[in-house]
Each structure stands twice: as structure tokens, then as C-alpha cells.
């Protein structure tokens, strides 16, 4: 079996953005890879691409000669050189299917297999695999931009070896130098489940109560110790296409989910599919740049794109100014106004639910606060947050409103200082 000091060669399959960068990754690290598409016109663009994308995905210009494009037809004997062959083509089972299919013969007995796949269960992937082929696959589930983002979930099912997880887990920590966080193998696993939701819960809400969406964002951005781009610029960057896929995963997939009917899409953003405003890549989605280059907002209400408006959260400038995360977002849940409602709202369903997904996704919260923080960019995990505004008092708070408390929660309200950390 390879381990991670053996990994000489990958073979990457798939080379459109996310395929791409991972030839990318291994490049920088030395690894001779081979990069895979149903042409190789295809794949010699997934190569090219690298030189331009932003920010780059490579650590230096003449590592980009360390990758090689393949094409299926022509060059798939030389998946027998690969000793981590990673798929990472588009998110369709079938799709995934046929090309394992098409590569299996090709395996060399030593090589590992994974999938890139940000939701497709482990199972699903695996169920035409011989034992001992089990034994070697596995999901790595690497965040976009790889180069980038450090978390690395890595999902193991009942036959994969322990020994190749090891030797993923070894790798992707010593080598790529990603933040490693193991998932159970449930749709969407730890990192699009919890921060989906995150996500889904606030636009619905967000459009509920009728908060605009740049206030939103000013709501939940650097205020609160995450990205700037919050909440609705984040799904442009995503890309509302890709968001409502995921979104519809969780939603078709685990109906169990005592919160399942934040994951449905809001009318308002299924209309801006249907017109091609999927985002950043199509230039207009819940922003969008007008022909001077200035900025546009989405009006929820009319549905036109209007100029961003001028912003008052009630804050006290002092406590904006300080950049004290946790005495802002204590400041935010106490404003006694609409956007405090909204905000202790967004929050509370968040803490709430990734109690809830404990054991479900995963044994331990710290998990979830690192895919929150090394995969969505937040300064402070959830757990972390919930110790920061005072377990005790915030859980009073929440049985104030009928909000269901998580039994596990529940026993922790009798310690004598119950805390996360």
C-alpha cells in the first residue's frame, strides 16, 4: 500500500476550475501529475487556466510543468503510473459512475482512489466496488480555492482501510499542509451542511422580516469575525446555481433534518436563475455592476438592482472601531431594535442546529468549528461563539423563545460552569 512518502505520481480527472487547481496543489508540491478530460483540448485549457486564474494556485510559474493533460480515450493506461488518483469531474453520481468504470482496469493494486465530491455519500460512489478496491477509496473533499482554503474533510467508509486513511491523513496534513477534519458519510458531510444552512437560514430569514440585503451583509460580515463578503456576496462567489444544488442535497437527502425547510430556495432567488443571474461569473446576481462600474443591489422587494444605501446598524462607534469580535457580537445580539432581533434570530437557529448534527455528522463540536473556520473563513467556530455570549444565559434566552434545545445541551445546563472550552 502507498504511503504518504511514496506519493511520486497523481493522476487528477476532471479539469475544469476545481480539477484544475488540484493538479495545481500536487504541482507545488513536487508531484508529478497527470490531468484528465474527455479531450485533450479540454484538459490543456484546465491546464492554461492556472496561469490566470486569481488568486493563483501556483507557488511558482514552472510548476505548472509538473502537470500533464490526458484525455480518457487516448492516455487512460497511464493511470497505472498514479499512485493517489483523485476524481474530481462534475457533481453527478452517474457521471462519477461511468468514469470509475472507464479507470478501474487501469488501477495499479497500490494506488488510492478518492472522490473530490462535496455531498455525495461514500456509499452511493462505491456501490459497484470489488472489497478490496473499498479498502482503497475513500472522499477527500477539498474547499475551492484548494490552494487556499486550509480545510480537507476526509470521509472513510466501513471497508476503507486504516491504513489509507492514514496515509491521506498524513499526507494532506505533512504535505498540502491542509487543516484536517474527519466527516461522517452523510450528504453534504460536515463543512456545505453546517455552512449552507448558515447561509440558507439567513437569506430566508433575512427576506422573512424584510432586512435589506446590504444590511445583511453589514450584519454578518467582519462584525461578526467572517468573511466580508457575509452573506449574500458570498453566494454570488459561490455561484446561486451551485448554492441551490447543495442546498437541494441536503434538502432531498435528509428529511430527518429538523430544520430541512431552511434549505428550500426562496421564489427570489429561484426567479434570478431562471434569468441567468447566477453571480459572480455571470456579473449579476444579488449584486450586480452597472455599466460605470458601480455597484448594485437586488431590491427584495421589487426585484429591480438599486444602489447600495447608506447603513445604520444602531451600533455604538467605539464598539465598531475596536475590532473586538466577541464584545460586537454580544453588542449585535442585545440591539434592541429589528436588526438585534434578526441577528440574535440567525444566530441562535445556527448554535442551535450544529448542536443538533452532533452525533449526526460528526462525535465532536471542535470539528465543526474548524470546517467553519479553515472552509468558510470564520475567526470564531460556533461552539467558540456560544462560549463568548455566556452558554447559560443565551440558553435561558432560547428556551424564552420555545426554541428546541438538543438534549446534550440540555445536560450541560446542569455543571457547575458549562462551557465548550
Known sequence: MTNSSTIKHAAVLGAGVMGAQLSGLFANKGIKTYLFDISIE????????????????????????????CCYDSDIEKIVQADWVLEAVAENLDIKLKVYDMLLSYLKNSAILTTNTSGITLKELSQHFSLELKNRFMVTHFFNPPRYM???ELVKGDETSLETYNTIFDFGKN??????????????????????????????IAMKMG??????????????????????????????????????????KSKHDESIEMFKIPQTMELLIEKGNLGQKTKAGFYKKDEDGDILVLDLESREYIPIGKIELGLD????????????INALINLDSKYGEFFWEILSRMLLYCASRIPEVTDSYKDIDNAMKWGFGWK?????????????????RMESSNKAIPKWIEEMKSKEHPSFY
Open 150 to 152: 486550509h480545510l480537507l
Open 380 to 396: 470564531l467556530g460556533p461552539f467558540e461563539i456560544w462560549d463568548m455570549i455566556g452558554f447559560s444565559s443565551s440558553v435561558r
Open 211 to 252: 432586512i435589506n440585503i446590504e444590511t445583511v451583509d453589514a450584519l454578518t460580515g467582519t462584525i461578526c469575525g467572517r468573511p466580508k463578503s457575509a452573506t449574500f456576496r458570498t453566494a454570488d462567489v459561490i455561484g446561486l446555481d451551485v448554492l441551490k444544488n447543495v442546498a437541494m442535497t441536503t434538502y432531498q
Open 42 to 69: 479540454l484538459a490543456s485549457k484546465g491546464k492554461d487556466r492556472l496561469n490566470n486564474l486569481k488568486p493563483s494556485p501556483l507557488e511558482k510559474p514552472e510548476n505548472i510543468d509538473l502537470i500533464t493533460p
Open 317 to 328: 462607534h467605539n464598539i465598531i472601531q475596536n475590532g473586538d469580535i466577541g464584545q460586537q
Open 175 to 204: 504535505v498540502l499542509d491542509k487543516g484536517i477534519v474527519p466527516a461522517k458519510d452523510i450528504p453534504n458531510f460536515i463543512g456545505n451542511r453546517v455552512g449552507v444552512f448558515g447561509l440558507m437560514s439567513t437569506i430566508n
